[in-house]
């Protein structure tokens, strides 16, 4: 059973950084991609960024050149680097398995002066 759980979220103005992590037990993380989602309030969640088992990484277009993914396989950990926020990057951000069910509780970010 895959188990995530997220952490770093927190306060930040805008154009500050924060780095979240996600450890995950359960799989063997090193053959596994993985992902970052969001939820803003009210909103769908949505996929913002993947890291596959090689290290090449994908963004979706409102995050790519400020997010940054990256994993290290010996903690069993994904990160995601978020620079220049914005208020609209204010949400419950969650890790996942790529091909599995199942979520953290995920972390909240609120970007906001």
Do not use: H
């Not at 306060?11 to 359960?26: D, E, I, K, T």
Request: hydrophobic share 35%.
């Amino acid at each position: 059973q895959v188990q995530l759980v997220e952490s770093g979220g927190g306060l930040v103005q805008p154009g500050g950084s924060l780095r979240l992590s996600c450890a995950a037990s359960g799989i063997i993380f090193s053959c596994n991609a993985m992902d970052w989602y969001r939820q803003a309030p009210g909103k769908s969640r949505d996929w913002i960024a993947r890291i596959n088992s090689g290290g090449f990484t994908n963004y979706a277009a409102s995050v790519k050149g400020r997010f940054t993914i990256s994993r290290d396989n010996a903690k069993n950990t994904v990160y995601l680097q978020m620079n220049s926020l914005k208020p609209e990057d204010t949400a419950v951000y969650y890790c996942k398995v790529v091909g599995y069910e199942g979520w953290g509780q995920g972390t909240q970010v609120t970007v906001s002066s």
